[in-house]
């Protein structure tokens, strides 16, 4: 198969990166499992949107100080500046935000000094990424392909990226032919026992660059959300919402007693329940809602709501069980300010990616924001660049088939590659 564009992941960053594609040129996208079963869709608390100039200082130091000053200044000053323009996109899409006597509503997560960030009830990336699949869906020149799952990248004697070999629903191996390729494929929960994220999404990307000596950055900087819905079944691990802190929900040790601003960064937020799990000798803490009127609870978190209540809490009643799991990827492959990799051809966007916006910690609510900036910007340059690429006849001579003979192992080696490289970073 051959196609002008191939980009591997259906969340925010690769429809978004998709849509603003040339709309003459053939686009690709595959996804290891259904279209919409990606992290983007389970983002609950929002996006961010620099609201006005006087806010640009605010907003910019918010973020540098929850990344501990290591994030790419540029990255960051990128990111702000084009916030607007990536939500009047999303609202020409289609997107549904909050409104409040008739202008967009703007909530308030933990380390934010300002309401900023806008939401669709606590199903954000539902609402988002869902309008981003049906527009995709809906152009003749985009093509979605499920549960193919990329194995690895070809490449050729320039050490350029050609195309990528994939495992088809049938579990035939075959090779698909691009011009460009984009890597969208999120981050590395999967790899983790405790995780917020699903299961599929497990650093594929990364192990396919550190393979072939494309540069990753930053890879020991995971992100551990403080408040996950505890529960002993195995599986994903249902997130509590930062907004909730933002409505004013406070935290609870075992005796009842507050013990941690609940709005500091994740990271200090984390590791102090973390603390006082260890104290009282405990496997999880408490959140409670009782400072959010039922009204609040009721239209801005629905989805919390009734998912606690499943696993039997009822917030409006009592305090729920929370424990820290890890939530996001700070690291990932090194890209320029247009997201291209270290290999030509090759673009990384979203949490696979590293562009140094987030530093050593993500500011709540910036990676959806993120993801479609970068995504954005890679697809401005391919447009350019894709006017003097010309397929090459026959690209399989490039390719080891013996490699992927037996895929199961194969799998297993890209998660210890990439287990290895997030514990080479802390050596
Ligand atoms: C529970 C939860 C709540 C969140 N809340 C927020 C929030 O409120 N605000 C915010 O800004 N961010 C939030 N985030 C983070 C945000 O959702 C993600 O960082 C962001 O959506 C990542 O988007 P993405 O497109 O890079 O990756 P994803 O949405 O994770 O998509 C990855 C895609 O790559 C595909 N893929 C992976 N490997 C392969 C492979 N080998 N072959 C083929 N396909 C592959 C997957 O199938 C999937 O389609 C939240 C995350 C979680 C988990």
Same mark, same amino acid.
């Given at each position: 198969?051959?196609?002008?564009?191939?980009?591997?992941?259906?969340?925010?960053?690769?429809?978004?990166?998709?849509?603003?594609?040339?709309?003459?040129?053939?686009?690709?996208?595959?996804?290891?499992?259904?279209?919409?079963?990606?992290?983007?869709?389970?983002?609950?608390?929002?996006?961010?949107?620099?609201?006005?100039?006087?806010?640009?200082?605010?907003?910019?130091?918010?973020?540098?100080?929850?990344?501990?000053?290591?994030?790419?200044?540029?990255?960051?000053?990128?990111?702000?500046?084009?916030?607007?323009?990536?939500?009047?996109?999303?609202?020409?899409?289609?997107?549904?935000?909050?409104?409040?006597?008739?202008?967009?509503?703007?909530?308030?997560?933990?380390?934010?000094?300002?309401?900023?960030? =806008?939401?669709?009830? &606590?199903?954000?990336? /539902?609402? *988002?990424?869902?309008?981003?699949? %049906?527009?995709? @869906?809906?152009?003749?020149?985009?093509?979605?392909?499920?549960?193919?799952?990329?194995?690895?990248?070809?490449?050729?004697?320039?050490?350029?990226?050609?195309?990528?070999?994939?495992?088809?629903?049938?579990?035939?191996?075959?090779?698909?032919?691009?011009?460009?390729?984009?890597?969208?494929?999120?981050?590395?929960?999967?790899?983790?026992?405790?995780?917020?994220?699903?299961?599929?999404?497990?650093?594929?990307?990364?192990?396919?660059?550190?393979?072939?000596?494309?540069?990753?950055?930053?890879?020991?900087?995971?992100?551990?959300?403080?408040?996950?819905?505890?529960?002993?079944?195995?599986?994903?691990?249902?997130?509590?919402?930062?907004?909730?802190?933002?409505?004013?929900?406070?935290?609870?040790?075992?005796?009842?007693?507050?013990?941690?601003?609940? =709005?500091?960064?994740? &990271?200090?937020?984390? /590791?102090? *329940?973390?603390?006082?799990?260890? %104290?009282?000798? @405990?496997?999880?803490?408490?959140?409670?809602?009782?400072?959010?009127?039922?009204?609040?609870?009721?239209?801005?978190?629905?989805?919390?709501?009734?998912?606690?209540?499943?696993?039997?809490?009822?917030?409006?009643?009592?305090?729920?069980?929370?424990?820290?799991?890890?939530?996001?990827?700070?690291?990932?492959?090194?890209?320029?300010?247009?997201?291209?990799?270290?290999?030509?051809?090759?673009?990384?966007?979203?949490?696979?990616?590293?562009?140094?916006?987030?530093?050593?910690?993500?500011?709540?609510?910036?990676?959806?924001?993120?993801?479609?900036?970068?995504?954005?910007?890679?697809?401005?340059?391919?447009?350019?660049?894709?006017?003097?690429?010309?397929?090459?006849?026959?690209?399989?001579?490039?390719?080891?088939?013996?490699?992927?003979?037996?895929?199961?192992?194969?799998?297993?080696?890209?998660? /210890?590659?990439?287990?290895?490289?997030?514990?080479?970073?802390?050596?």
């Amino acid at each position: 198969m051959k196609t002008d564009i191939l980009i591997v992941g259906t969340g925010a960053a690769g429809l978004f990166a998709a849509l603003h594609m040339p709309r003459g040129r053939q686009v690709t996208l595959i996804t290891k499992d259904e279209a919409d079963k990606s992290d983007s869709f389970l983002a609950q608390g929002g996006i961010c949107m620099l609201r006005n100039e006087k806010d640009y200082e605010s907003y910019f130091e918010d973020t540098m100080k929850a990344g501990h000053y290591e994030n790419d200044k540029e990255s960051v000053d990128i990111m702000i500046r084009s916030s607007q323009s990536v939500i009047k996109d999303l609202i020409e899409f289609g997107v549904n935000f909050e409104h409040h006597h008739g202008h967009i509503a703007f909530t308030r997560e933990g380390a934010h000094s300002n309401a900023r960030i =806008l939401f669709h009830e &606590d199903q954000t990336g /539902k609402e *988002i990424t869902g309008m981003l699949l %049906k527009r995709a @869906m809906e152009r003749d020149n985009i093509k979605i392909i499920e549960n193919t799952c990329m194995l690895d990248i070809i490449e050729n004697e320039e050490n350029e990226c050609i195309g990528v070999v994939v495992q088809n629903p049938d579990t035939t191996i075959s090779i698909i032919q691009s011009k460009f390729t984009v890597f969208a494929c999120g981050g590395v929960g999967g790899l983790y026992t405790n995780s917020t994220n699903f299961r599929h999404i497990t650093g594929d990307a990364m192990a396919i660059c550190k393979c072939h000596n494309i540069a990753l950055k930053d890879m020991k900087y995971i992100q551990i959300h403080p408040t996950t819905l505890y529960s002993e079944k195995d599986g994903r691990r249902f997130l509590i919402s930062e907004s909730v802190r933002g409505e004013g929900a406070v935290l609870l040790n075992q005796a009842g007693n507050r013990f941690t601003d609940e =709005l500091q960064p994740r &990271d200090v937020v984390a /590791k102090a *329940i973390r603390e006082e799990m260890k %104290k009282d000798n @405990m496997p999880y803490e408490f959140i409670s809602f009782e400072n959010i009127s039922e009204k609040i609870i009721r239209s801005h978190f629905p989805n919390i709501y009734s998912t606690c209540l499943q696993e039997g809490y009822d917030c409006l009643r009592e305090p729920v069980p929370i424990v820290p799991a890890q939530h996001y990827f700070m690291g990932g492959i090194a890209v320029d300010y247009q997201s291209k990799t270290t290999m030509d051809r090759l673009y990384a966007i979203g949490e696979t990616s590293c562009n140094g916006v987030h530093g050593r910690n993500r500011l709540a609510s910036n990676s959806l924001l993120e993801s479609m900036v970068f995504a954005q910007r890679a697809a401005s340059e391919i447009s350019i660049l894709i006017d003097g690429v010309e397929f090459p006849d026959d690209i399989s001579v490039y390719v080891d088939f013996e490699r992927y003979h037996d895929i199961d192992a194969l799998k297993e080696e890209y998660k /210890k590659l990439v287990l290895d490289e997030i514990d080479a970073g802390f050596e």
